[in-house]
């Protein structure tokens, strides 16, 4: 009865075992192998020929919006305002009148300067006659002179305070709101409107010390503002002359057309400064790259095989990054698919470019 047992259960273990191998032999990555060898599926991938090309480094920077020219008219006078000859928004040009202080007092003085400039005139002019036939000292000349050269003072005295009744543009601009009314008493510091020429703009940035050398006047930026479209390109036209010992950065500034009036002063810009253009220089695609412990890896392709290289880095931009070592013109890179490759790896190229 025992044997039996025995038989049975011996039975059933072989019947087990051969289950077994059967399904590792017949299973499908098993009938794969055919002729002693075994065939593996190559993995298809994007591939990218390396081409040396030009290259220009740029630095990403924070600028604002400044006018060309801005200034807060005020008065340099006291009085009572009887006119104001400008709209808010208005675009005006330099010399235009823009508003009048109450100066009836000023000119009745300045008719009675006039006058008295008229008699010293006369005076003066007897007086040299007079000298001339020696019928008076030079003393008595020298007074009637005198008294001339205060009369032409008090009269340019006069006339200048009355030019300060005038509030004039200085240059060409739009005038904002004005912050005063038609008789109103005003004193000199108190705002009348801000006057500003934005055509062109200046872009105010600043870069760090280490590329200080690498920037200067006619330098080429491009920026951006937010909510318009497109980018624009800018002229550095001065350099701070020192580097800021607090952030350690030096200031720059660029003029930018502004034809359209879109640039608006005090809006911030996003600024790329253009450093230097490099030459045959590598890039290839971020993607590509594994970092290891032992430093930058890439995989190429050459002679139909997978060949693992370890690569030096130089700039990286948003999407690519430069290869300084380890590659050449004409090589090969995988660009995808490299968790998945080892040396050993079959692959096939799905696009190459």
Request: glycine residues 6%.
């Amino acid at each position: 009865m025992k044997i039996v047992k025995r038989i049975i259960f011996t039975t059933i273990a072989l019947a087990f075992v051969g289950a077994i191998l059967y399904r590792a032999i017949w299973s499908e990555p098993a009938q794969a192998a055919v002729s002693g060898g075994l065939v593996r599926t190559a993995l298809p991938v994007d591939m990218m020929v390396v081409k040396p090309e030009s290259f220009t480094e740029t630095f990403p920077a924070v600028g604002s919006v400044e006018a060309n020219e801005s200034v807060m008219l005020k008065t340099e006078i006291s009085g009572k305002i009887t006119g104001i000859f400008f709209d808010e928004g208005q675009r005006v040009e330099q010399g235009m009148l823009l508003l009048k202080v109450f100066d009836d007092d000023l000119q009745a003085q300045l008719t009675r300067a006039r006058a008295n400039l008229r008699l010293a005139q006369d005076v003066e002019e007897r007086q040299r006659q007079l000298l001339e036939r020696e019928a008076i000292s030079q003393q008595e000349y020298d007074v009637a002179f005198a008294n001339l050269q205060v009369a032409q003072a008090d009269v340019a005295l006069i006339s200048s305070n009355i030019s300060k009744t005038e509030i004039r543009a200085p240059f060409d601009g739009i005038i904002g709101f004005r912050r005063v009314s038609p008789g109103e008493f005003i004193t000199p510091g108190v705002d009348i409107a801000l006057l500003v020429n934005n055509n062109p703009v200046r872009i105010a940035f600043t870069v760090p010390e280490r590329f200080a050398q690498l920037v200067g006047v006619n330098t080429v930026i491009t920026y951006r503002l937010e909510g318009l479209l497109g980018e624009r390109r800018a002229t550095v036209y001065a350099v701070e002359p020192q580097i800021d010992p607090n952030t350690r950065t030096l200031q720059l500034k660029a003029f930018s057309p502004n034809h359209d009036g879109a640039l608006i002063p005090g809006a911030m810009a996003r600024v790329e400064v253009q450093l230097q253009t490099q030459h045959d220089v590598t890039f290839i695609p971020t993607q590509a790259i594994l970092s290891e412990a032992a430093g930058q890896r890439i995989y190429l392709y050459r002679g139909g095989n997978v060949e693992s290289v370890l690569v030096e880095t130089g700039t990286r931009t948003h999407d690519r990054v430069q290869i300084t070592n380890g590659i050449a013109t004409g090589d090969t890179v995988i660009v995808t698919g490299i968790m998945q490759i080892t040396p050993r790896t079959s692959v096939t190229p799905a696009r190459i470019f």
